[in-house]
């Protein structure tokens, strides 16, 4: 009976090149960076604040999209965020919503925390 490593048939399978077990393991494929802290990211994206109104009874809020990191360091970003405006809000999914329309002082203190950001 013919031997084949499961590894090897899937990887013929759906076309994906399987390293050989000769290649070092520092030659192994290039990975997605890791999603870091947002603040190890200041300056480095650019974040979009947009003023939302649908699907909220009327009621405004400002959502800020553009990170690319961990909700955890996302959450840490908006409590500052929320404690210096003195509002409400969440973080989840690489978006920030504070109650309110804030887009002017959201810009503000995003800019004095040393991230680039602009109001659409």
Do not use: H, Y
Not at 40 to 56: A, C, N, P, V
């Amino acid at each position: 009976m013919n031997q084949i490593d499961w590894k090897e048939a899937l990887g013929k399978a759906f076309n994906v090149p399987m390293p050989n077990e000769d290649t070092a393991p520092d030659e192994a494929p290039a990975q997605e960076p890791a999603r870091g802290d947002a603040l190890q990211q200041q300056g480095k994206q650019m974040l979009d604040i947009i003023l939302e109104r649908k699907g909220r009874a009327g009621k405004q809020a400002t959502i800020v999209t553009g990170f690319s990191c961990d909700d955890e360091a996302l959450k840490q970003v908006a409590s500052q965020l929320k404690r210096g405006l003195g509002v409400g809000g969440s973080a989840r999914g690489g978006e920030i919503l504070i109650q309110g329309d804030f887009r002017q002082r959201v810009l503000d203190q995003l800019t004095s925390m040393g991230f680039k950001a602009r109001v659409i």
